[in-house]
Nanobody
């Protein structure tokens, strides 16, 4: 079993930045891909970013390209989502998850992820 705990959420102003962290425990996730998703009230969960097991490949939703950066530190069993130039419409609960899948087509699909964190709230004020 893998336990994932997100942190770093909170309140940011439009144009501001937050850095989310996702710490894994239970076993190493160094051989898993990592994905970040978000879900706003009344909306479906949507893909934000993903990174391959070795960090060699990263994928982003078009809406966050150039503003968000996903990274991982396998020595710490932790991954990160740096979010810059935040927008009010990005207010949501942000989740990290792990997957064995490796292609962008599969890593965008929430159904391909085996373990999920409990989420961290990000609120962006205008």
């Amino acid at each position: 079993q893998v336990q994932l705990v997100e942190s770093g959420g909170g309140l940011a102003q439009a144009g501001g930045s937050l850095r989310l962290s996702c710490a894994a425990s239970g076993r190493t996730v160094n051989d898993y891909g990592i994905g970040w998703f978000r879900q706003a009230p009344g909306k479906e969960r949507e893909f934000v970013a993903a990174i391959s097991w070795n960090g060699g490949s990263t994928y982003y939703a078009d809406s966050v390209k150039g503003r968000f950066t996903i990274s991982r530190d396998n020595a710490k069993n932790t991954n990160y989502l740096q979010m810059n130039s935040l927008k009010p419409e990005e207010t949501a609960v942000y989740y990290c998850a792990v997957t064995r899948f490796t292609t962008i087509g599969t890593m965008r699909d929430a159904g391909r992820y085996a373990y999920w964190g409990q989420g961290t709230q990000v609120t962006v004020s205008s």
